[in-house]
């Protein structure tokens, strides 16, 4: 091993081999007695060169401890891991909290997710108009609130659409999976009535449609407030409930007509901004066509006898 004559600092310590062999056989000093002795009743030194400390025979132990965490997590991926690692088809993904996705949030329990198959049958019950939205929430056992939230976003695929904008439809088909939404199509992409049955009945045994039902039917029997409440009528807006403490609910027409006044004022400003630099640059072209010359006086020296000279002064034109 080559040692460097100096090492780097304010002082430039000489440094010497025999230097570093004498500190490697000093005696390491504690502060506290209880520290004299390592575990096993070895004192524990430190090698200069590789940098590690030998812990004895305590050491040793420790370290097989620490082993053990990493075993018993081995053998807990070969058993139980399993079932948490492949999940059957048309089977949600598991977790280890069960039915219960957030352990800090054991009241979170959203409604199970709806296939886009489903998805499209309820946007065109909508678009028909032969049942009104109360009518197909109770036929599908789905919220008056979730067919609305369907036909907007089905109108936005229709419009994605018509722009030729892709469409993410392997994260859809993914995340499906994931959720084990189970299609309602058969092999012959026909939907049955036995499979939408079957979804139905899911969806009604599952806590969060029965709540939703009940708010729901408050607000239909004219309860103020809820989360189906129609916030846009100034009549039916909550007055003191945490939603009007937290939200500002606004209906989409406000919105829309704020956005466009919006845009349309900053047009405006622009267009005036325009209009004054165009404004400026021609009183600046009429200044400088105005800003002419003053007419040349012709002198005319003349004697008798002689020659006529005419001097002009052209020393003011431009």
């Known amino acids: ?20 062999a004498h500190a490697q056989a000093a005696v390491r000093s504690f502060s506290s ?5 390592a575990p096993g009743g070895r004192r524990p030194f430190r090698n200069r060169q590789s940098g590690e400390e ?24 070969k058993n139980e891991g399993v079932k948490l690692k492949s999940p059957g088809r048309y089977e949600k993904a598991r977790w280890l909290g069960g039915e219960v996705p957030f352990a800090s949030n054991p009241s979170f329990r959203p409604p199970p997710p709806i ?4 998805q499209t049958i309820l946007f065109n ?10 009518q197909i929430a109770h036929a599908y056992s789905v919220s008056k609130a979730r067919i609305d939230a369907v036909r907007k976003l089905k109108e936005v ?6 722009q030729n904008l892709p469409l993410q439809r392997a994260f859809q088909a993914g995340m499906e999976s994931l959720l084990g939404v189970q299609s309602i199509l058969d ?22 449609t029965g709540l939703e039902h009940d708010e729901e039917h408050r607000h239909d029997h004219g309860h103020k407030g809820g989360a189906f409440a129609n916030h846009a009528d100034p009549d039916q807006r909550p ?7 937290v939200w500002e609910f606004r209906d989409e027409t406000t919105v829309m007509a704020d956005r466009v006044a919006a845009v349309e004022a900053v047009r405006a400003e622009k267009a005036a901004e325009k209009a004054a630099e165009e404004a400026e640059a021609a009183d600046f072209a009429a200044g400088k066509t105005a800003k002419k010359a003053a007419p040349a006086v012709a002198s005319v020296v003349a004697k008798a006898g002689k020659t006529t000279f005419r001097f002009v002064d052209t020393s003011k034109k431009e």
């Open 187 to 208: 092999s012959k992409n026909v939907a049955t009535m036995e499979t939408i049955r079957k979804e139905e009945l899911q969806r009604s045994q599952h806590p969060s």
């Open 115 to 118: 296939s886009d198959d489903l």
């Open 1 to 20: 091993m080559v040692f460097s004559s100096a090492v780097a600092g304010p002082s430039r310590i000489p440094y010497s081999a025999a230097t570093c």
């Open 33 to 37: 007695s209880a520290c004299t002795q």
């Open 157 to 162: 695929e229709a419009e994605f659409k018509r």
């Open 54 to 77: 030998a812990e004895g025979e305590g050491g040793e132990g420790r370290r097989s401890q620490q082993a053990e965490p990493t075993k018993d997590f081995g053998m807990w991926l």
């Open 125 to 134: 019950e909508v678009r028909s108009g032969k049942r009104t939205t109360g």
């Open 239 to 245: 007055q003191s409930t945490i939603e009007m403490d």
